[in-house]
């Protein structure tokens, strides 16, 4: 398979970059990312060599770019997960988000139907959209399924509910083999610093105030990316064109008690002269800040055969800080703003 993955410089995508090159190195791995702040190639350090991998610096609202790039690798595979994701960063520019959330959306759906339209004999395997459970809005006392409403309330969810729209749209009219993830917070290794647990992380080790959204009591569901990655593999080669599946860990936890059990974890790891807890602040909550998100992963486990890890998320959460802690000089870089020097280093002129 010729896999073209958008966004694989981000968290979630070079940890898929990561993984399916280590999984199926008869594939052809074609990363496409406009190396945005979240876009970062250091985190794919350690395969950017290799014969099976390719990197293409662009914009998904590049369609002669993406026109190019399907015909050059002949893709015959699509994981599109591309996006702007920080709600905090929608409520401030919401356009960016309309842009690259669905009018980039579109422009990877239409390369995808010319690309496979003018080209019948190519081998079709799916167009995967990896989306987010925040399509769904908040919810009390059950879980999100597949068949849940969508009732998005921040322009970043409203942004992706607009592009899962546009590829149900594209199934429908034109026969694309599209298919649909939302997925649940994840964590792990290689998390831009503006999210949950690596602001935690850093804050604390720093010696600044750990600042918390109302009184904590926003509830999510944390997905550890690995387990994430190997969902989107499950997807990829069983799952059913035009279906839905959520992919969620089934661990629950309110905000404030996963930032008191990570400082905890920091004073096993790094002890400091006060407990990291002392740090904690709450702060004046965000606009239309959903209450809890959960979801059911039981279609997925049933279809498909996947489920999550059998390990404690304690013990996967320890694994993410110690990560952080023993990898300094990608932290540095990536609040330095260095990071983004490593493109026109490394890459420029290729």
Known sequence: MNLLITGGAGFIGSNFVRYMMGKYPDYRIVNYDNLTYAGNLESLKDVEKRKNYVFVKGDVLDSKLLDETF?????????????????????????????????????????TRKYWKENPSATRRVFLNVSTDEVYGSIEGKSFTEDSNYNPNSPYSASKAGADHLVRAYGKTYGLPAITTHCSNNYGPYQFPEKLIPVVIFNAIEGKLIPVYGEGKNVRDWLYVDDHCKALDAVIHKGIQGETYNIGGDNEWTNIDLVRRICSILDELKPAKEPYSSLIKFVTDRPGHDLRYS???????????????????EDALKETVKWYLANPDWINCVKSGEYTAYYEKNYKGR
């Open 71 to 111: 015909r050059k690798y002949s893709i015959d595979g699509v994981a599109h997960l591309a996006a702007e994701s920080h709600v905090d960063r929608s409520i401030m520019n919401p356009v960016e988000f309309l842009k690259t959330n669905v009018m980039g959306t579109h422009a990877v759906l239409e390369a």
């Open 295 to 313: 979801i059911d992963a039981s279609k997925i486990r049933r279809e498909l055969g996947w489920s999550p890890a059998p390990h404690a998320f």
